[in-house]
T-cell receptor, first 111, second 112 residues
Framework: RKEVEQDPGPFNVPEGATVAFNCTYSNSASQSFFWYRQDCRKEPKLLMSVYSSGNEDGRFTAQLNRASQYISLLIRDSKLSDSATYLCVVMLNTGGFKTIFGAGTRLFVKA | DGGITQSPKYLFRKEGQNVTLSCEQNLNHDAMYWYRQDPGQGLRLIYYSQIVNDFQKGDIAEGYSVSREKKESFPLTVTSAQKNPTAFYLC???????????FGPGTRLTVL
């Protein structure tokens, strides 16, 4: 089982739609969580951290469910510019700090 | 501007040649990382360094080597021992233990 799993997609949605991605992690010692965005042939960039109480940044909402060991990203009112791959990232300390990247979920927003 | 730079952006290598990818940061970050990304796949850790003059192997270190002589610089050498080096190489750095990582723009290596 992979340490961090994401649905690879692709998700094809029309502009204005709401789309949600989930990510599951296997290690209960995971302590910090992030969503990154990666455009085609570019580097990943931090989109937002994920806090235990859930957090929102404009059209983006991130949630964490420690009991079920998953995090989610909700994008409301999708824009064409949201088309990208979204990476789930987990950090944990098991005697040394470790960062684990999910393989990503591809999103295509269509006009 | 503070940030991470990688050069070159594109690199072509003949089989049997060693090549060195540059990574420089002026963020004053202690930790630096090298990842490899293949099409449709996630990032795989090659090497990382928590401090100057110290570095550790990641999950796929075979065929690669690094050095960390300066805080700002963490070059990666892809040796001829790496059997399938064609990939997108990403360098990252972070400030503290629980800080997230910031990436350079990457180097796309192709073996001819």
């Amino acid at each position: 089982r992979k340490e961090v799993e994401q649905d690879p997609g692709p998700f094809n949605v029309p502009e204005g739609a709401t789309v949600a991605f989930n990510c599951t992690y296997s290690n209960s010692a995971s302590q910090s969580f992030f969503w990154y965005r990666q455009d085609c042939r570019k580097e990943p960039k931090l989109l937002m951290s994920v806090y235990s109480s859930g957090n929102e940044d404009g059209r983006f909402t991130a949630q964490l469910n420690r009991a079920s060991q998953y995090i989610s990203l909700l994008i409301r009112d999708s824009k064409l510019s949201d088309s990208a791959t979204y990476l789930c990232v987990v950090m944990l300390n098991t005697g040394g700090f470790k960062t684990i990247f999910g393989a990503g979920t591809r999103l295509f927003v269509k006009a | 501007d503070g940030g991470i730079t990688q050069s070159p952006k594109y690199l072509f290598r003949k089989e049997g040649q060693n090549v060195t990818l540059s990574c420089e940061q002026n963020l004053n970050h202690d930790a630096m990382y090298w990842y490899r990304q293949d099409p449709g796949q996630g990032l795989r850790l090659i090497y990382y360094s928590q401090i100057v003059n110290d570095f550790q192997k990641g999950d796929i270190a075979e065929g690669y080597s690094v050095s960390r002589e300066k805080k700002e610089s963490f070059p990666l050498t892809v040796t001829s021992a790496q059997k399938n080096p064609t990939a997108f190489y990403l360098c990252a750095s972070r400030a503290g233990e629980w800080d997230t990582q910031y990436f350079g723009p990457g180097t796309r290596l192709t073996v001819l």
